[in-house]
Every structure is written in structure tokens, then in C-alpha cells.
């Protein structure tokens, strides 16, 4: 199975880019179009999953955050506006639903300074699979608004301006956002490195 | 700015030149900061770690298909079911409907059956005490004079009609009557024969 990533395609190719296809699919889903919405469905499932599950850290969550996502799809497409690529439009409602199911969830939602200290294992240990795998549950660690930008920075690829769209925030609290994740992560990545 | 806000401000565009997103001044500035400074290079040499492990982690196998019918289910949900006192209701509009139905019927039959009786006239004519009435239907055209003919029998007396639609009172002697009325019921151009009770 591959996951699209949603990375970037070449201008002067918009008809027959995925983002075109996208927001062809969009015009007829706000038609009441069925199968043009299964097809958004099925594109999107394993990026949402991914991406619902690094915000909210909850598997039991993640199926029914999606489905909410979709059905704002299924109710809104008429809203979208070219604008911004159709995934960024998705990937914000996903990011806002899968908030607010996390905090029904946890009834008083985290904060940076309430989070544990990131454990940091013995970087001597671990081959590069178990390197990989300590960084991403460190990365889990973080606070649901700080793992949604590492992750669309650094598993989707975005562009902070896209990432600030999706979020729905100023540019500048997405880079504070990078920064105090980094610095949290940093004691691990620094003994990773070997500095 | 002086170059050390300038510097960290560029510090802070590192994860996006890791990512290749960084276009245009930004990410000429940047490179050329890499060409120099090596804190940069050391936070550099962090990020790639971090989009490296962000980047490799295993794929979940997920069940779509399941999902997506709890999707179909939540937007197309079930009609909801009846309550419970919907049926018996229903019921008895039903048995309403029916009984004024049939009591519409009953007093459409009682209109329509104001008539007046034409086989027992209420105000028979002056007949012999021992002859018989017949009420007779006839075919259009035949007169009081060719219907006693038809009898065959001169003690038949036409008392009244033969009308506009052929209704016709005989009065026929009593020894007579068996006869006559087998002789009428042969004819074809009787359509109705029947005795009036006096």
C-alpha cells in the first residue's frame, strides 16, 4: 500500500493533476454527486488517517473523526474556493474535527507546559529503525497543535503558508509552533546526531 | 534587524528548506547562511533526522470500506420506525373510513330506492273477482289492441298500456291464465310476464 503524500505537481499541468481532479471532483460532490465523493473518499482515507491520528494520538478516534470530516465535505463542497488546493481545504477540517473530538475526549485539552519530559533513550541502543521510532514517539509527545505542523512539514510536505491555512493561524504561530516542538525534541535529535 | 535577529529568523525557515517548500530570497538566504554558519548546519543535520523518521514511519493498514459504510449509514440513516400507537390508529381510522363508506352507500340505496312500484299499483281497475293480473313487458311498437291478440284468448282484457317504455296490466280469466301465460312467455316479443298479487 503507498500513501499519497500530496506533493507538489508541475504548473501548466493543472487538468490532469491530482489537485485538478480533486476539485473537479469537489464541483460535482457539491451537485449531490455520489461517486464523485467516494472517489475523494478513497483518495484521501489513508492521508486522513495518518494525519487525524498524529493530531488527536487516538486510534479509537480516528474512523469517526474522518467520517466527520467527509460529511462536511459531502455538505460544504459547495464552499470551497480555489483558492487553496482542495487537500489543504480537507486537510483544515480534518485538523479542526479531529481537535474537537480529541478535546470531548480529554475534557480539559493539554498545554506544552503540562506535558511530560520527553524520555530520551540510550541513542547508543537503538539502530536506525528504533532511532525513527523513539523521534516519532517523541514527536507524539508534543501537544496535538505542535504534531500537526511537524507532520504536514515533514510527512506532507507543506509550505508554512499552507500549514498556517490548514491550522487556521497566522504564519508566525506556525513557526512557534516548529520552535517549541523542535526544542522539546531537541535533547533526543541532539544525541542522535552525536553532538 | 541586525544579522543576529536576522540569523534566527532564519533559523526558524530551516524545517521548510528541509522540506524543499522555501522559494525564491528565502531560500537563497538560507543557503547561503548553510554555506557559513554552522549552527545552522547542526540544526540542519536535526531536521533531516526528524523528516527522516517522520517520513519512515510504517504504514497503517486501515478498513476503509468498513468505514466508509458507517459513513453511507450516517448519511443516508433509516427511516424511523413508527411509533408503537401509529398502528392501531391506523387501524381504526381504517374501520372509520369504512363504516362511512358503507353508511354512504346505505343512504344512497335508501334515496335511490324512492320509487314508485310499477308490478302492485296501489289503485288496481275494476276486474272480475276471479281473474288473474298480469303485469307484461313488451317489445316497443306493440299496441293494447296486437297485445291481447297475442294472448290467444278473447277473455283478456288490457287495462292499462301498454306505456311509452311497454308496461302493460292484463287482467285474464282465472281457467284461463296457466295457458295465457305460457302462450306470452313463447312469444318474443314479451320481454317480462309476471302475475300481480291483488
Given amino acids: 500500500m503507498t500513501l499519497e503524500r500530496d506533493g507538489f505537481h508541475p504548473q501548466g499541468a493543472a487538468d490532469a493533476s491530482p489537485e485538478a481532479e480533486d476539485q473537479r471532483w469537489l464541483a460535482q460532490v457539491a451537485l449531490g454527486d455520489r461517486a464523485a465523493f467516494e472517489c475523494l473518499y478513497r483518495r484521501y482515507y489513508d492521508r486522513l488517517f495518518r494525519f487525524v491520528l498524529r493530531v488527536t494520538g487516538r486510534m479509537n478516534l480516528v474512523e469517526d473523526v474522518i467520517n466527520d470530516t467527509m460529511i462536511v465535505i459531502w455538505k460544504k463542497a459547495g464552499d470551497y474556493r480555489a483558492a487553496a488546493r482542495p487537500s489543504t481545504w480537507i486537510f483544515g477540517i480534518a485538523y479542526r474535527k479531529g481537535l474537537k473530538a480529541l478535546s470531548r475526549e480529554l475534557r480539559a485539552p493539554e498545554t506544552v507546559d503540562e506535558l511530560p519530559e520527553i524520555e530520551q533513550p540510550a541513542a547508543d541502543a537503538l539502530d536506525r529503525e528504533g532511532l525513527h521510532a523513539a523521534i516519532r514517539q517523541a514527536v507524539m509527545q508534543l501537544p496535538p497543535e505542535h504534531r500537526a505542523v511537524v507532520d504536514l512539514t515533514f510527512f506532507f510536505n507543506r509550505s508554512y503558508d499552507e500549514v498556517a491555512q490548514i491550522l487556521d493561524c497566522p504564519v508566525g504561530t506556525v513557526k512557534s509552533r516548529m520552535f517549541h516542538a523542535r526544542a522539546k525534541l531537541r535533547p533526543l535529535l541532539s544525541q542522535l546526531i552525536g553532538d | ?198
Fill in chain 2, 1 to 198: 534587524m541586525n544579522s543576529a535577529a536576522r540569523r534566527e529568523e532564519l533559523y526558524e525557515l530551516l524545517p521548510w528548506q528541509e522540506n524543499g517548500t522555501l522559494e525564491g530570497a528565502e531560500r537563497e538566504a538560507l543557503r547561503a547562511l548553510l554555506a557559513s554558519d554552522l549552527e545552522a548546519n547542526r540544526q540542519a543535520r536535526e531536521l533531516r533526522v526528524l523528516h527522516s523518521a517522520v517520513a519512515d514511519e510504517p504504514i497503517m493498514a486501515t478498513n476503509m470500506a468498513m468505514n466508509l459504510r458507517r459513513l453511507y449509514a450516517r448519511l443516508d440513516p433509516p427511516r424511523p420506525r413508527r411509533p408503537r400507537w401509529f398502528m392501531p390508529l391506523s387501524f381504526a381510522a381504517a374501520a372509520m373510513l369504512l363504516v362511512a363508506g358503507g353508511l354512504g352507500l346505505f343512504m344512497a340505496g335508501e334515496r335511490a330506492g324512492r320509487y314508485v312500484t310499477l308490478t302492485t299499483p296501489h289503485e288496481l281497475p275494476a276486474t272480475p273477482a276471479d281473474a288473474v293480473l298480469y303485469r307484461v313487458d313488451v317489445a316497443a311498437g306493440v299496441d293494447a289492441a296486437q297485445l291481447a291478440a297475442l294472448t290467444g284468448s278473447s277473455g283478456v282484457h288490457v287495462l292499462e298500456g301498454p306505456s311509452e317504455r311497454g308496461v302493460a296490466l292484463l287482467s285474464v280469466p282465472a281457467a284461463d291464465a296457466d295457458r295465457v301465460l305460457a302462450t306470452l312467455r313463447a312469444d318474443s316479443r314479451l320481454r317480462f310476464v309476471t302475475a300481480v298479487p291483488r
